[in-house]
């Protein structure tokens, strides 16, 4: 199975500055439309999982511009431009390249 | 607007089977676009995949190894619905367990269930 590593594990963001966080999968994610299939979720608290971004850079429908993702193979990035209230939650990644999918661990965003 | 409606049991017994139902509204189970996923979350096991059916002129399933013998996922075209079995269940099987659509061409969950969560316990 792959494994997915995310860090840092929290994060603690005053309101209006950036955030990243970075997702490590144990192999390469590269699929064969030349894509990195690395997805990344939102879970507010409460809530299911919303779908942010997908194959590692494109955002999901309705997804404002301050979120972006980044990065090919193996090693990953989530970055908001400039964090918001309603951005708190755990952000997972997820590599979606074949079953079994598997998670991160996750890393929780909440407002300084 | 589609949306997966849960339902279940909050509470089984242990050895006894688990059985979650997800009703689809605004999709086909049978539609051959996408994919209908059981997921779990607890605090120890995170976002665990368990597996998931889609329909390509017959039924296609695939089970995580780990609940691959003891998992049951059936598709009722009659009532548009999914529903998850978990035999043999332990306290270990206590999580929230949620119902999400898999879109194959882009290759994520666009759409998830609100969740139901199963407390194994005598």
């Known amino acids: 199975d792959i494994v997915m590593t995310q860090s840092p594990l929290s994060l603690s963001v005053p309101p209006g500055e950036p955030a990243s966080i970075s997702c490590r999968s144990s192999?390469?994610?590269?699929?064969?439309?030349?894509?990195?299939?690395l997805n990344w979720y939102l879970q507010k608290p409460g809530q299911s999982p919303q779908l942010l971004i997908y194959f590692a850079s494109s955002r999901a429908s309705g997804v404002p511009d301050r979120f972006s993702g980044s990065g090919s193979g193996t090693d990953f990035t989530l970055k908001i431009s400039r964090v918001e209230a309603e951005d708190v939650g755990v952000y997972y990644c997820?590599?979606?390249?074949?079953?079994?999918?598997?998670f991160g661990r996750g890393t929780t965003v909440d407002i300084k | 607007q589609v949306q997966l409606q849960q339902s279940g049991p909050g509470l089984v017994k242990p050895s006894q089977t688990l059985s979650v139902t997800c009703a689809i509204s605004?999709?086909?189970?049978?539609?051959?676009?996408?994919?209908w996923n059981w997921i779990r979350q607890s605090p120890s096991r995170g976002l665990e995949w368990l597996g998931r059916t889609w329909y390509w002129s017959r039924w296609y399933y695939e089970f995580a190894v780990s609940v691959k013998s003891r998992i049951t996922i059936n598709a009722d075209t009659t009532k548009n619905q999914l529903l998850l079995q978990l035999s043999s269940v332990t306290p270990e099987d206590t999580a929230v367990y949620y119902c999400?659509?898999?879109?194959?061409?882009?290759?994520?969950?666009?759409?998830w269930g609100r969740g139901t969560l199963v407390t194994v316990s005598s």
């Open positions: 605004g999709d086909s189970v049978s539609s051959n676009t996408v994919a």
């Open positions: 997820m590599h979606a390249l074949h079953t079994p999918l598997t």
């Open positions: 192999q390469s994610l590269l699929y064969s439309n030349g894509n990195n299939c």
């Open positions: 999400a659509r898999w879109d194959h061409e882009e290759r994520y969950f666009d759409l």
